[in-house]
């Protein structure tokens, strides 16, 4: 049982460039959402799905869009990545029927020069 | 909306001392309230959470929470700590009433040191 799985670890962007950042979950896990975590900031919500089809906008959603086309699969795509966005990325996912219950990926670690 | 202050960003303890994490949460409604633990270089993961009923709740690896509506509080605890408790650890709340959002706090960096 993988969890909630994200890809890559590491990446390094130029100002401009795009990118999609994969998670996947194998737990049928009808909500999942993407958080940035910055030094002495926290975690932030970037965008959420509470099924396929569906999703809306979180704390910091400005830079980033997503889609939800299946169930297992919630990917963040940078369209222009700016220096700001240089953050380490954490996608996490639940059971619905759990209240604030989420499961959370190992991160992916995004530097944009 | 909720809001999540953690008062220290930092708690250095020696191993086997007892150690307080706090916490305190804003909303105009009624909350559920959680701490979530992140070793390093790795994601969070759930420690405890408080949904209704005793408002003590007790999570793993031996972390306790006392939930205080009056002082809008939800402080963590644990009476002996470990060098593998090193980490840092997060307060997050949600509405009551069907929001999927969890807010979280800032964190807070606690170091056990030998």
């Known amino acids: 049982n993988a969890g909630v799985t994200q890809t890559p670890k590491f990446q390094v962007l130029k100002t401009g460039q795009s990118m999609t950042l994969q998670c996947a979950q194998d737990?049928?896990?009808?909500?999942m959402s993407w958080y940035r975590q910055d030094p002495g900031m926290g975690l932030r919500l970037i965008h959420y799905?509470?099924?396929?089809?569906?999703?809306d906008q979180g704390e910091v959603p400005n830079g980033y869009n997503v889609s939800r086309s299946t169930t297992e699969d919630f990917p963040l795509r940078l369209l222009s990545a700016a220096p700001s966005q240089t953050s380490v990325y954490f996608c996490?996912?639940?059971?619905?029927?759990?209240?604030?219950?989420?499961?959370f990926g190992e991160g992916s670690r995004l530097t944009v020069l | 909306a909720q809001s999540v202050t953690q008062l220290d960003s930092q708690v250095p303890v020696f191993e086997e001392a007892p150690v307080e994490l706090r916490c305190n949460y804003s909303s105009s409604v009624s909350v559920y309230l959680f701490w979530y633990v992140q070793y390093p270089n790795q994601g969070l993961q759930l420690l405890l959470k408080?949904?209704?009923?005793?408002?003590l709740v007790k999570g793993i690896n031996g972390f306790e929470a006392e939930f205080n509506k009056s002082q809008t509080s939800f402080h963590l605890r644990k009476p002996s700590v470990h060098i593998s408790d090193t980490a840092e650890y997060f307060c997050?709340?949600?509405?009551?009433?069907?929001?999927?959002?969890?807010?979280f706090g800032k964190g807070t960096k606690l170091t056990v040191n030998p």
């Open positions: 737990m049928n896990h009808e909500y």
């Open positions: 996490a996912s639940k059971d619905r029927r759990l209240t604030g219950e989420l499961f």
């Open positions: 997050a709340v949600i509405s009551q009433g069907g929001s999927e959002k969890l807010v």
């Open positions: 408080y949904l209704s009923g005793s408002t």
């Open positions: 799905s509470v099924g396929a089809g569906i999703t």
